[in-house]
């Protein structure tokens, strides 16, 4: 009877289990762009939260980050007892950062990542945590140099103490999860978490971690040598449906010296700076949400714009 019980409690708890996991499998979502004039991709959603939900379930349900995306949108709330039946628009549209290679590329400020499928002009994007301070990511363009399933974590000497071993076993405990991509920089990877609710968040030594469902699509895609750019932007703009879109998000590594001196001059950089509506422009730059905003004048006087983008730099 008590093994009876036992084994019925366990298949329980597997089968809780099971359905957590499935609760958060993951379709392969692409969206069409080009890098003329369709540089602004998915559209908000409305969600409604559940009970015994917590904003990090809602934020891993739709592939977002809870502590730079959602935070950010909603401070007042309690990340872990909301109140259940509150609607919610969700951040589910994203302005592309600016790439080269049109492969794999790391945006640090909005702690994201794209893949881009440049002969089907679609592409994707999730949610991933990076470098702590003192760990930092590091910037630069790179290329995928190995792939590895159920790998194992060759701790960093530095670490070794701290875990009392050299090197860790794939399994639950393994902070790299169930796939891992390294790259040409040294130790560091592109990775799985056993810590899902870290993902948006300032967690690793350097490495990205995606969601287990998120990183499990992307290594079946990425090949070895394909090209990764690791940027540093918190300011973009982007076009859609001759509408022009910013994202302004937080300067998390602290790495430019005056924010407001900066935004200015990549909006002064902007071909389209003259269809700008300022007030608008600087509503994103107060709030640093990460909420895509239509910054869009609706009437366009040639010159104006730029005379007082150009007033406001000196």
């Known amino acids: 009877m008590i ?88 951040p589910t549209m994203w302005v592309l950062p600016p790439t080269r290679h049109q492969q794999l590329l790391i945006n640090l400020p909005e702690q994201r990542l794209y893949y881009f499928n440049k002969k089907e002009a679609a592409v994707q994007t999730y949610p991933i945590g990076i470098g702590d301070e003192g760990w930092e990511t590091p910037l630069g363009t790179f290329h995928i140099t190995e792939k590895r399933p159920n790998p194992t974590w060759y701790i960093p000497a530095s670490l070794q103490e701290k875990y009392g071993m050299k090197s860790m076993p794939p399994g639950p405990d393994n902070p790299m999860g169930d796939f891992v991509m390294k790259f040409s920089a040294g130790a560091y990877g592109i990775h799985g978490t056993n810590v899902p609710w870290g993902v948006g968040g300032l967690v690793s030594h350097g490495c990205i971690r995606l969601y287990p469902e998120d990183i499990r699509i992307l290594y079946a895609q990425v090949k070895i040598s394909t090209k990764l750019e690791i940027i540093y932007e918190p300011i973009k703009f982007g076009q859609r449906n001759g509408h022009i879109f910013m994202e302004a998000h937080p300067d998390i590594y602290r790495r430019i010296p005056d924010y407001w001196k900066y935004a200015w001059e990549k909006l002064r950089q902007y071909p389209l700076s003259d269809s700008v509506d300022l007030k608008r422009f600087q509503l994103a730059l107060l709030l640093q949400n990460g909420m895509v905003t239509d910054v869009t004048r609706l009437q366009v006087t040639d010159g104006f714009g730029r005379e007082i983008i150009n007033l406001m730099m000196q």
């Open 3 to 90: 093994k009876k019980t036992i084994y019925v409690l366990a298949l329980l708890l597997l089968c809780g289990e099971v359905h957590a996991q499935d609760e958060f499998n993951r379709e392969l979502k692409a969206y069409p762009y080009n890098l003329r004039d369709l540089t602004v991709v998915g559209s908000p959603l409305s969600a409604t939260i559940r009970p015994k939900d917590t904003l990090l379930d809602v934020a891993r349900r739709y592939d977002l980050s809870y502590y730079n995306e959602l935070e950010f949108l909603y401070p007042h709330l309690d990340e872990w007892l909301p109140p259940k039946d509150k609607p919610m628009v969700l």
